[in-house]
């Protein structure tokens, strides 16, 4: 039986970091582009429901189902590990790395040597939200 949790983005990308969500191996690497990417951030600030994610849940002490890696900052795949025991509750993300992997890289790194803003002096009535993937050093100051 499903059991279906609420979470908020800001601590789904912090038990990222930690590693409290992982990849197994049976996921493919990043396939979205950029653009995917800032529209997955415009349609969460806009409220629109960007689907479920779905994960096993694996108990710490258990046996790994999958050998798993952790989510990468830049989009570059960081090989799979193999361990004996698990050291902490961990969820192998089964559906939904894509948009994961893109929060995460958006809110903590950069892709291609580019990092994501927010355009505040944009014309909010024109995308009704703008969100830009530029070069960090291209980025607009603060």
């Not at 939904?96 to 505040?120: C, E, M, P, W």
Request: glycine fraction near 6%; charge should be negative; aromatic fraction near 14%.
């Amino acid at each position: 039986m499903a059991i279906w949790k609420t979470y908020r983005v800001s601590d789904i990308i912090s038990d990222i970091s930690d590693e409290k969500f992982v990849l197994p191996v049976i996921q493919r690497p990043l396939v979205w582009e950029e653009e995917k990417m800032e529209l997955l951030f415009d349609t969460l600030l806009k409220g629109d429901s960007f689907g479920g994610i779905m994960v096993i849940e694996e108990e710490k002490d258990s046996v790994p189902l999958f050998n798993f890696r952790p989510f990468t900052k830049d989009g570059e795949v960081i090989p799979s590990r193999q361990i004996a025991k698990l050291t902490q509750l961990q969820n192998f993300v089964i559906d939904g790395q894509q948009r994961l992997q893109s929060f995460y890289i958006g809110l903590k790194g950069s892709i291609n040597g580019k990092v994501l803003y927010f355009d505040l002096f944009s014309d909010f009535n024109w995308y009704l939200f703008n969100f830009f993937l530029v070069s960090s050093n291209n980025a607009k100051d603060g």
